[in-house]
């Protein structure tokens, strides 16, 4: 069974570009969900799709958009980057929105110049 | 509001004993609550998990307590060993009513010395 696999696993952007974040589901998983960690903090919830419609979103700007596929992958997608965008960008999956445990994967370490 | 804190940022233990790291949530409403283990470099590794209608979950070495009278979560590792050093998240969640959202708490630190 493969698990959670997110890339690219580092990325350098600079102020005001556009960056694209990718995560493809555990098997059998077809829910995804994204978050931010700060160095030193909890993950913050971002945004939810399930059956490729969004579920749920956090408290973040418009700037931060996703997309699930017909195959339970997904991108996460944040425009006009700042540098308090910096941080690790995490996936999970699960097999619905429900009382189900999430799974992550290793995250995409994003940092802002 | 909606937060989950944890009562020790961080715990130092010695190998064989017993670790218990505690966790306070403030949201009455939330039905489901998870354990994560986080080592550095990776992602959060899913230990546990525990529903509003128990009080007590058991797993390899691991065991979570619910009081839902005080909101509050704790997790019990058994002869805690050198690899169980890590972040520590407790993690709760309303489910559907809350669009699937995770909310975590700051984390603790569990340093087991040899």
């Known amino acids: 069974e493969t698990g959670v696999t997110q890339s690219p696993t580092h990325l350098i952007k600079t102020r005001g570009q556009q960056v694209t974040l990718r995560c493809s589901s555990q098997s059998g998983h077809n829910t995804v969900s994204w978050y931010q960690q700060a160095l030193g903090q909890g993950p913050q919830f971002i945004f939810q799709y399930y059956r490729e419609e969004e579920n749920g979103r956090g408290n973040f700007p418009p700037r931060f958009s996703g997309l699930q596929f017909p195959n339970y992958s997904s991108e996460l997608n944040v425009n006009a980057l700042e540098l308090d965008d910096s941080a690790l960008y995490l996936c999970a999956s699960s097999l619905d929105p429900g009382n189900q445990p999430q799974h992550f994967g290793d995250g995409t370490r994003l940092s802002i110049l | 509001g909606e937060s989950v804190g944890l009562h020790l940022p961080t715990l130092s233990v010695q190998e064989g004993d017993n670790s218990i790291i505690n966790c306070a949530y403030s949201?009455?409403?939330?039905?489901?609550f998870i354990w994560y283990k986080q080592e550095s470099g990776k992602g959060p590794q899913f230990i546990i998990d525990i529903r509003s209608n128990m009080d007590k979950r058991q797993g390899q070495r691991v065991t979570v307590l619910l009081n839902k009278t005080v909101k509050h979560l704790s997790l019990q590792i058994a002869a805690t060993q050198p690899g169980d050093s890590a972040v520590y998240f407790c993690a709760e969640t309303l489910g559907r009513n809350q669009g699937g959202k995770l909310i975590f708490g700051q984390g603790t630190e569990l340093s087991v010395k040899p």
């Open positions: 949201n009455s409403a939330s039905d489901y």
